[in-house]
């Protein structure tokens, strides 16, 4: 059922070729279709699976067989988590691109075999079908931004792919490395997981491993790509790069690098835990003064994702599982928060200055953008009641047992993330500057249907991980007793 | 061996030759009156039907030889990069239906056949007298095709440019190989190896290997000796180029490995980290450094795609240098793989190439401006082969740069001794996605040209593009996806040839 998420994609951007050239309502309603295909699997394979699941196979055929290569697609709670967190946001980010006009056909197909990549990612059991997939998401994002972005288009894409690139280049280094060190000539991870690498081995391939994959994740300080690429994108690819790229590097860092390599990981936690600290408070210091509305989401992104990195190296079960819960929780609210940035205020107003924002008197002639973008701010700002809160109390309890210092200074981060998200917040929607004179000729274009849906189902989501946060971290716990973990166990960690 | 049996296992370049005869004949005796597009489809026509002459001679009858001292070596190994090479100039020979530089079209066909034939023996010599012979018919051949474009003063200067280097070269590779064979008094290679064992440290030993890597070199385009491909690269007519960069590479690069790894067995010397042993492999290992930094930064700065092309196969012979340093099956394996399914790519991208020059007169980046627009499946291929050189999965290109790469740090397991190489290059192709996106960049992001004036002038006059070309295109870009996919396709037949191969 799972593998039928990556396989729809692909087929998607398939039939996608066959519509025709100036039909965009054809290529719409097909990349539509694609993704709530992809969605109901996700959903399927999601309800199938259970607490004491373990790691499911889906499929495992042999694939490249002189090189003990297997095509290994298999899941366990943290996949089913981020796969059903790729299945929500894939289609709200259609619904938020039914304005795309221009080139919409050949937009669709980027975006869905991006989609096919990330699906894949976070199936794979087998390192090397892994970082095939990983890869594979590199070029349509590209693309995505290059085309169809706004501000600095083909600087912003070039950084992110070569960002991506430089970063799988290292993982590919710590892959071959692996490869052939562990000399069994497998890439199956559960295989290498259990193969006791050399402690000198680990002591360099765990960061170059863990650091190629956390460039994507926005490891401060190889987070430069991510403001640039989140502005410059368009509002579709912005939400999947926040919501769901910037998991990939996270997921790949916890997967691959953690499991393979846990001796690395104790040596190079504390280095990893600062850096991580450093990229929550510095993200949050950054977003506080921003001039463009995207800028300040941007490096707000970048400061959450220091909490799920913050969360992988504390190494015990809750901070692990509040890591992952933090990925799936930033992932819906980082896309709501592009969703109402760049869909519903900066398709109409055609500025992102904050300053501009605040003569526009938005609260009032945007009604619907400002409820959504009022209850966004909350969940990012760990409101109790949202999955953020969930999810970052759990990283900080983690945090505090693991390096306390780290966890006061995380805190800090928080409180600063209130500083920014409010500024925000008052600046864009409930200016008290008096508007002198309605500067816009014509009234914004209404708040569409396809806005409002998709609105209403990521706020949805984020408010029913957060009531009842069990619904995931009962996958996701039990997941870290897997075979998969044995090693970081013996080692001390977990 | 009775003639009879010789003509037997040299059959397929008989045919080859009896084509390139025929070709010329035709042309020649029937075809002089009629329109110059007319004569190339026959031409061509003639041309293909000898290599698929060949081709199925070589794959019905069964072809097992060790004839002549080792001239004429067949097994499995040798037959599968035949094949690849057939193939390879099939498809040169579609991709220059559409070109009009030339009036010489028996000639011009006449002259990639019998390249092709010195390329054949090339593959299956063992022995150093064979091996320059074909070596330079080889290279003469493909001196004459550089210089095809009579009107074009650029394609003169490539054509002298290239030619001073390869006969410096070849001079070189000649003095090399005299002083092995006055070491050694044999032209057999493995011979070569067993008079050579024990005398790793000698100086005139290593001043005949230096000579014979320097000629080589200079046919694989390695950094320092790699100064005509740009040159070549750029003025050649773009069929011919894409000849050079496909068909040549590859059976040099496999002449190369045979030579160093069974030749020269015993003087590898050593290039791992921290530990150089003089012998060929440090030389070969620096030659790879040099090439992969200096290929890959220098393609940066270009503006011209052939002249990309041309840096970027620099790169690209760097990496697969490694696969002669691994020495061992796995790298023969990698090797063959790696420049079989890199010669595809080229190709292909040439002939993305060619059409553009076609329809817009020049091969600048900017020429490619909207081609994502004007011709959507072309540049969908050029896509697929861009990003395979770029090593992106699931394409041919990364498939085989991980193969290359895992075993040339399996060549030396504990201690990783290759692995600086190995990081080296992984970097360098970070670095080259850099200039394949800008390719990409003008063919999807920018605008296409308006079309105005002299623009407008030059798509009314240009022949239009010939279904052939599209589905030799084509057909290139599915090879190289599904062998990228299904890598087991040709790796499955190379592990047993490289066995009963015995290298």
Same mark, same amino acid.
């Given at each position: 059922m799972l593998a039928w998420t990556i396989y729809s994609s692909f087929i998607g951007v398939f039939a996608l070729t066959l519509?025709?050239?100036?039909n965009p309502r054809a290529a719409r309603i097909t990349a539509l279709l694609t993704a709530l295909v992809g969605l109901a699997a996700a959903v399927g394979g999601f309800v199938q699976h259970?607490?004491?699941?373990?790691i499911v196979t889906v499929t495992k055929l042999p694939w490249i067989k002189s090189l003990g290569i297997d095509y290994y697609l298999a899941a366990d709670g943290i996949s089913v988590t981020l796969v059903l967190l790729t299945g929500i946001a894939a289609v709200v980010g259609i619904l938020f691109s039914?304005?795309?006009?221009?080139?919409a056909k050949e937009f669709f197909a980027f975006y869905l075999s991006l989609i096919g990549g990330v699906y894949g990612v976070f199936l794979s059991f087998d390192l090397f079908l892994l970082f095939v997939f990983y890869e594979l998401a590199i070029i349509p994002k590209y693309f995505l931004i290059a085309i169809w972005?706004? !501000?600095n288009k083909e600087y912003g894409a070039m950084k992110l792919a070569l960002y991506s690139f430089i970063g799988s280049a290292m993982v590919l280094i710590g892959l071959v490395a692996a490869y052939v060190v562990a000399g069994?000539?497998?890439?199956?991870l559960l295989a290498l997981a259990s193969f006791p690498f050399p402690e000198s081995f680990q002591y360099w391939a765990f960061p170059l491993v863990f650091i190629g994959f956390a460039i994507l994740a926005g490891l401060w300080p190889f987070h430069t790509w991510a403001p640039a690429g989140h502005v410059a994108a368009p509002t579709a690819a912005s939400m999947l790069l926040a919501g769901v790229v910037m998991k990939l590097g996270a997921y790949g860092a916890l997967r691959v690098a953690m499991t393979l390599f846990p001796l690395g990981l104790k040596e190079w936690q504390v280095e990893i835990g600062f850096l991580a600290v450093v990229g929550i408070v510095y993200g949050a210091m950054v977003a506080l003064v921003q001039k463009d509305f995207k800028f300040v989401i941007g490096y707000s992104s970048v400061s959450h994702m220091g909490f799920v990195l913050l969360g992988l190296v504390t190494l015990n079960t809750v901070g692990l599982s509040g890591a992952v819960l933090q990925m799936f929780s930033h992932g819906i609210i980082a896309g709501l928060l592009f969703a109402v940035v760049g869909r519903m205020v900066y398709d109409r !107003?055609?500025?992102?200055e904050l300053g501009k924002l605040?003569?526009?008197?938005l609260g009032r002639a945007l009604p619907f953008a400002s409820v959504t973008f009022i209850i966004a701010s909350v969940a990012s700002m760990g409101l109790?009641?949202?999955s953020g809160f969930v999810a970052e109390l759990q990283v900080l309890i983690g945090a505090w047992h693991a390096f306390p210092a780290f966890a006061l200074f995380a805190g800090l981060g928080i409180v600063i993330g209130v500083a920014y998200t409010l500024r925000a917040l008052q600046k864009s929607f409930? $200016?008290?500057?008096?508007?002198?004179? *309605?500067?816009?000729?014509r009234p914004f274009e209404p708040i569409s249907t396809p806005e409002r849906i998709g609105g209403a189902v990521l706020i949805a989501s984020t408010l029913v991980v957060g009531l009842y946060p069990r619904l995931l971290l009962d996958l996701i *716990?039990? $997941?870290?007793?897997?075979?998969?973990f044995d090693a970081l166990r013996k080692g001390g960690g977990l | 061996m009775n003639y009879l049996e010789l003509l037997k296992f040299a059959a397929p370049e008989t045919l080859l030759v009896i084509a390139a005869l025929g070709v010329l004949g035709v042309d020649l005796l029937?075809?002089? &009156?009629?329109?110059a597009r007319y004569r190339l489809m026959v031409g061509a026509a003639v041309s293909c039907l000898g290599c698929f002459a060949a081709t199925f001679w070589l794959l019905s009858v069964d072809q097992q030889a060790h004839a002549l001292n080792g001239m004429l070596v067949l097994n499995s190994l040798t037959l599968l990069v035949k094949l690849s090479l057939l193939l390879l100039t099939v498809f040169t020979v579609v991709i220059s239906?559409?070109?009009?530089?030339?009036? %010489?079209v028996g000639e011009y066909f006449a002259l990639i056949l019998l390249a092709t034939v010195g390329m054949m023996f090339l593959v299956s010599a063992e022995e150093i007298l064979m091996i320059f012979i074909s070596l330079e018919l080889a290279s003469l051949s493909l001196y004459i095709l550089t210089a095809? %474009?009579?009107? &074009?003063l650029q394609s003169a200067e490539a054509a002298l440019k290239y030619f001073l280097f390869g006969s410096i070269a070849a001079a070189f590779t000649l003095f090399g190989l005299s002083l092995i064979y006055g070491l050694?008094?044999?032209? &057999?290679l493995q011979e070569i190896a067993n008079a050579l064992k024990?005398?790793?440290?000698d100086p005139l030993l290593m001043a005949g290997l230096i000579m014979t890597v320097i000629g080589f070199g200079f046919k694989v385009a390695a950094?320092?000796?790699?100064?005509w491909a740009p040159d070549a690269y750029q003025g050649a007519p773009t069929p011919s180029a894409a000849f050079i960069a496909s068909g040549s590479k590859a059976a040099s690069f496999f002449v190369f490995a045979k030579v160093m790894m069974l030749g020269f067995a015993g003087a590898e010397g050593s290039g791992f980290w921290r530990n150089f042993i003089p012998g060929w492999a440090p030389v070969l290992a620096i030659l790879a450094a040099f090439s992969m930094v200096l290929g890959n930064l220098a393609a940066i700065?270009?503006?011209n795609v052939k002249r990309l092309l041309a840096y970027s196969a620099i790169a690209h012979a760097g990496y697969a240098l490694l696969g002669i340093l691994t020495d061992s099956q796995q790298g023969v394996s990698s090797l063959v793989y790696y420049v079989v399914t890199y010669a595809f790519t080229a190709l292909g991208a040439f002939g993305v190439v060619a059409v553009v020059e076609n329809t817009t007169g020049d091969s600048r980046?900017?020429?490619?401006?909207g081609l994502g627009r004007r011709e959507p499946f072309l540049a969908f291929c050029m896509m697929i082969f861009m990003l395979s050189l770029a090593g992106i999965p699931p394409l041919a290109g990364f498939f085989g740069k991980f193969y290359l790469f895992a075993a040339a740090v399996g060549? &030396?397991?504990?201690?990783?001794?290759l692995l600086w190489l190995v990081i080296l290059a992984i970097a360098m192709s970070a670095v080259s996605l850099y200039y394949y996106l800008q390719v990409l960049k003008q063919i999807y992001v920018a605008a296409p040209p308006? %079309?105005?004036g002299s623009s407008s002038l030059l798509m009314a006059s240009s022949t239009p593009i010939s279904p052939l070309t599209r589905l030799a295109v084509g057909v290139l870009a599915l090879v190289i996806f599904v062998l990228g996919c299904m890598p087991d396709l040709l790796l499955g037949r190379l592990a047993p040839a490289i066995q009963s191969a015995g290298l």
């Open positions: 519509v025709r050239a100036n259970k607490a004491d699941s373990g039914w304005n795309i006009e221009n080139r972005g706004s !501000t069994a000539r497998t890439t199956d !107003t055609h500025t992102r605040q003569e526009m008197d109790p009641g949202f409930f $200016s008290d500057i008096e508007v002198k004179s *309605v500067k816009h000729a *716990v039990p $997941s870290f007793n897997s075979p998969l | 029937v075809m002089r &009156n009629e329109p239906l559409d070109s009009n530089f030339t009036q %010489h095809f %474009h009579k009107k &074009n050694s008094g044999a032209t &057999n024990g005398r790793t440290a950094v320092p000796f790699h100064l700065a270009q503006s980046l900017t020429d490619f401006a060549a &030396n397991r504990d201690k990783l001794g308006t %079309h105005q």
